[in-house]
Structure formats: structure tokens, C-alpha cells
């Protein structure tokens, strides 16, 4: 892709979800969200392959079927209040599409089929820019309708996604995958705190994306897209494979480090408001992601595949190339423990 057909798109994605943060008109609410569709899509395609078609076109469907329902719930809306603008009284019909058309363009389970096959297809850079990036806009959304969500909706739909989340990972090999359902509870945990806490989302949202950036710079740095290649890493580069370990146990939420911090405080924020089950049933699916990220870490750092290079110490001999934001993301992404007091301050 040239660049400056290249920088267009991505002006159109960046100003798309900008409309949608800025706007209290569900009109051009839901025209930001086209915008920022239809121009992804070229950036899924960089790569013109089967593969990345078909992520594509599964993106394109799941996304326009919510908008679709986006508008349905837009337009019950405004027959009932007659107005446009975004209202603290949703009419409950149209707060329930409203949800359900942002929890399929979030991939929160029942919705969240489409999540691991597209990431798996497209390109790594393109990956980081759907499990991030994209999140922001349905999320800003979500923050604003709040006060109106029915419980009874998100709730269950926030528990099946951690489980989901948890439970898909499993059984991966792909790093993308693994990536993918590791969104698919985040997003979870961060349905389950909107009801009671939109600014703790907005925390957990900021940590989220800055652990999976991070992540996903490191995978690309190592050229890695399996468990096996990121086995052979501390060949190459055993820096980079410490700090994969470190990265890996603060997005499973291990204490000390950064990942821990929105799940203690949600879980804290959730018993405050009287509900023991739910925080008790999110800690224990939470575990199926620890699981996964420790399993990673084990074949990452503490053993060696068989491999046919003779070249043991090669990274030794290797020209490091420069990583100039790595380090403070790195940082951010797992020392953040002693801010929590400054934090829960802000909420």
C-alpha cells in the first residue's frame, strides 16, 4: 500500500472513532462507526491473501449486522423521546439493541465468534489495531449509555465472555488467537464494571491496551506467530524473552505486576455494591487466563525445542535493532503496582 493512500486510511479510522468520543448525536455516532469500518477493512487487506479476505469479509458482516441493529435501536429511540441527542432515559428497547449491537462489534460472548478467526488472518500490525484501537469507540459508547444498561443483559453476556475468553485459549497454538480470547475477557471484565464504575472501565481499558500493545510490538520485533517460534526466541535474543515472560504474567493478572491492578479493583469495586457471586466467578474463569499465559511462559522461557541450528548463542552476534518505546511500555506494562493508591484516587 502506498503511503499516502496509507496515511488517508488511517486518518478516516483515527477521525472515525474521534466522532464517535466527541459526539452526543446518535447520528453522527453511528456515521463515525461507519467510517472507521469501511476504512479498517483496507488495512486488514494490506496482505491480499485468502486468508486476509476472508477475515475481511467476516469483519465487514458481524460489523455491519451491529450497525444495523445500532440503527434500529437509534430509531426506537427516537420515536419514543423524539429527540437525537444521547439521553440519560434510554427507552429500554432501544437500550437493549443498543448493547447488543455494541457487545458484537466489542466480540463479547454470545458475539464473539468472529474475534480469533479475523485476528488470526490478517496481518500481526493489523491484529494490534483490532484488539486495541478498535475497542475505544463502542467502549466510549458504552461509558455514556451506563446509567441506562439492563444488568440482567450485560452481566450474564461480561461472566461468559471472561469464561469464553479463558476457555478458548486453551487449546491455542496461534499467538493471535491466544491474544484474541485473551480481548475477548478483558472486554469481559470490563463489561461487568461499567454498571457500577464507567471511569474503573476507562482504567482497564488503558491498561489493557498499553499490556497488549506492548505484547504485540515484542511478538513482531521476534517475528513469532506460534508457541514454537516464540519457543526458539531465547536463541536470539534472551532479553526479549525475560520481558515476554514478565509481559506475559501481568495480562494472566498475576501480582505484583500491572495486570493485576484492574481486576483487584473491580473485584474490590463489584463486593462494595453488595455482589459477591459475580466477582467470585470472575476471579475463578480469570484463572483459565493465568493458565494459558503461564503455559506460554513455560514453553517461552524454561524449555528449549529441538532444533537443528548448531548457532546457540546467536544473539550474541546479532545487530539489536532499536526499540526506542519498548522500555517505558515495558515499564508501564508491569511495574504500575505502586500507583494503585493514586488510581483508586482518581476513581
Known amino acids: 500500500m502506498k503511503p499516502p493512500i496509507f496515511i488517508t486510511i488511517m486518518s478516516t ?49 458481524t460489523q455491519a449486522t451491529a450497525s444495523m441493529l445500532l440503527m434500529m435501536g437509534i430509531i426506537i429511540n427516537l420515536l419514543h423521546s423524539g429527540q437525537w441527542m444521547m439521553p440519560k432515559d434510554l427507552n429500554p428497547m432501544a ?152 509481559l506475559m504474567l501481568s495480562l494472566g493478572g498475576l501480582p505484583p505486576l500491572s495486570g493485576f491492578i484492574p481486576k483487584w479493583m473491580i473485584i474490590q469495586e463489584l463486593t462494595k455494591n453488595e455482589m459477591i457471586i459475580m466477582p467470585t466467578l470472575l476471579a475463578i474463569t480469570a484463572l483459565l487466563n493465568l493458565y494459558f499465559y503461564m503455559r506460554l511462559t513455560y514453553t517461552t522461557a524454561l524449555t528449549m525445542f529441538p532444533s537443528m541450528n548448531n548457532m546457540k548463542m546467536k544473539w550474541q552476534f546479532d545487530n539489536t535493532k532499536k526499540m526506542t518505546l519498548l522500555p517505558p511500555l515495558i515499564i508501564i506494562s508491569t511495574m504500575m503496582i505502586p500507583l494503585t493508591p493514586l488510581l483508586s484516587i482518581l476513581d
Open 13 to 61: 479510522v483515527i477521525l472515525g472513532t474521534m466522532i464517535v468520543l466527541t459526539s452526543s448525536h446518535w447520528l453522527m455516532t453511528w456515521i463515525g462507526f461507519e467510517m472507521n469500518m469501511l476504512a479498517i477493512i483496507p488495512i486488514f487487506m494490506k496482505k491480499s491473501n485468502p486468508r486476509a479476505t476472508e477475515a475481511s469479509t467476516k469483519y465487514l458482516l
Open 95 to 246: 437500550s437493549a439493541m443498543i448493547t447488543v449491537a455494541l457487545a458484537m462489534k466489542l466480540g463479547l460472548a454470545p458475539f464473539h465468534f468472529w474475534v480469533p478467526e479475523v485476528t488470526q488472518g490478517i496481518p500481526m500490525s493489523s491484529g494490534l489495531i483490532l484488539l486495541t484501537w478498535q475497542k475505544i469507540a463502542p467502549l466510549s459508547v458504552l461509558y455514556q449509555i451506563s446509567p441506562t444498561i439492563n444488568p440482567n443483559l450485560l452481566l450474564p453476556m461480561a461472566i461468559t465472555s471472561v469464561l469464553v475468553g479463558g476457555w478458548g485459549g486453551l487449546n491455542q497454538t496461534q499467538l493471535r488467537k491466544i491474544l484474541a480470547y485473551s480481548s475477548i475477557a478483558h472486554m469481559g471484565w470490563m463489561a461487568a464494571i461499567t454498571l457500577y464504575n464507567p471511569t474503573m472501565m476507562l482504567l482497564n481499558l488503558i491498561i489493557y491496551i498499553i499490556m497488549t500493545l506492548t505484547t504485540f510490538m515484542l511478538f513482531m520485533y521476534n517475528s513469532a506467530t506460534t508457541t514454537l517460534s516464540l519457543s526458539q526466541t531465547w536463541n536470539k535474543a534472551p532479553l526479549i524473552t525475560s520481558l515476554i515472560l514478565t
